[in-house]
């Protein structure tokens, strides 16, 4: 837990797991973000019927700052440094808008890249022939 001073009312403390929720999801808000990257233990909390708001992220939190890591699938056609800089002002600004601490790296990885929406439209056409 990091604790945030709050002037002399006491502290406010956030759980690495309330930071790697807010990054989550401001990642997912961005267009072209196909999904998170959760790895093996992402997947077993999905299969028992649980979504993992965190998963895909790391985080490193300190008394006042944050070092953020967002392991993402990607979708086929977009432009990846675009969307990767997108993520970063959104998962910034997001972060520290709530939580105060402020942001001082957020690192993108490239999982993989979604076709889906490519071999749906595909399937579509062969079907009307």
């Known amino acids: ?3 945030q001073s709050s002037d002399n009312y006491g502290k406010v403390t956030f759980a690495d797991e309330v930071v790697a929720i807010i990054a989550g999801l401001a990642a ?3 267009s072209g973000v196909a999904a998170m990257s959760g790895g093996i ?3 077993i909390v999905e299969k028992l019927g649980r979504k993992n708001l965190s998963k895909g992220v790391k985080v490193e939190v300190g008394e006042k700052e944050t070092a953020i890591d967002l392991y993402i699938v990607v979708e086929y ?4 440094p675009e ?3 997108n993520i970063q002002e959104n998962v910034k600004k997001a972060v520290e808008n709530m939580t105060g601490l402020n942001v001082i790296e957020v690192n993108i ?3 993989g890249v979604n076709f889906e929406k490519e071999t749906k439209t595909e399937d579509h056409a062969q079907k009307i022939r």
């Open 77 to 80: 056609g977009i432009r990846i």
């Open 28 to 30: 997912t808000e961005v």
């Open 109 to 111: 990885h490239i999982q």
């Open 83 to 85: 969307i990767a800089w």
């Open 41 to 43: 233990a992402g997947g």
């Open 1 to 3: 837990m990091t604790e």
